[in-house]
């Protein structure tokens, strides 16, 4: 069975200063892999996406992750954190095997000024 | 953004009544979702479709129904709600039926069983 963990429920980190959320996923076989952002009372939106190829992606908003399959992670990234990237940010594992996501439980960011 | 439409956006009702949320999308995607989020859980599947009266099951359908008679709509019903399915529902879409495909999300109903 497939899984997700966002290691840290909540972080809070000053603006401008670097960030990075945490995901490790379980799964057998090369998983396809997602960043959500979930703004207060909204939906969710795609960051970015690794489905294969280079193992840096870029994503909107100036985000990044990075996918080593050594260490089952799939790390987010920001180099400068901005008061309007505080929200929910959720991981996600897909496979070709099944028709749903498989969610991690979510990270909630905070931005101090 | 994907066009997606839910409604209503917020719901009270009241233990052992009947409640119908819809989805609505306008980019004739075959495949849509209905997840709920709960706190410490992420979003978890409920039901799935993949054409137009062809629907199954995801990892949480106990106590939920969905039909689906249109490709642009997706309906999920609590035939009689109870507080558990107090949660935040949130329908989505893709393109493809898979795990590999990504799927867009709509802004949610905010539902509150009492």
């Known amino acids: 069975a497939q899984s997700v963990t966002q290691p840290d429920i909540h972080i809070t980190v000053s603006e401008g200063a670097s960030l990075e959320l945490r995901c490790n996923y379980s799964y057998g076989a090369t998983p396809y892999l997602f960043w959500y952002v979930q703004s207060p009372g909204q939906g969710l939106q795609l960051l970015l996406k690794y489905f294969s190829g280079d193992t840096l992606v870029q994503g909107i908003k100036g985000f990044e992750a990075e996918f080593k399959r050594s260490q089952s992670s799939f790390n987010l990234r920001k180099p400068s954190v901005h008061w309007s990237d505080a929200a929910e940010y959720f991981c996600a594992v897909g496979s070709a095997g099944r028709r749903a996501l498989t969610f991690g439980s979510g990270t909630r960011l905070q931005v101090q000024p | 953004d994907a066009g997606i439409t839910q409604s209503p956006r917020h719901k009270v009702t009241e233990t052992g009544t009947p409640v119908t949320l819809r989805c609505h999308q306008t980019?004739?995607?075959?495949?849509m979702y209905w997840y709920r989020q709960d706190p410490g859980h992420g979003l978890r599947l409920i039901h799935y479709?993949?054409?137009?009266?062809?629907?199954d099951k995801g990892e949480v359908s106990d106590g939920y129904s969905v039909s689906r008679s249109k490709t642009e709509d997706f309906l999920l019903t609590l035939e009689s709600a109870t507080s558990s399915q107090t949660s935040v529902y949130f329908c989505a879409i893709s393109p493809g039926g898979w795990g590999t495909d990504t799927q867009y999300f709509g802004p949610g109903t905010r539902l509150t069983v009492l």
């Open positions: 980019e004739n995607h075959r495949y």
């Open positions: 479709s993949y054409g137009v009266k062809d629907t």
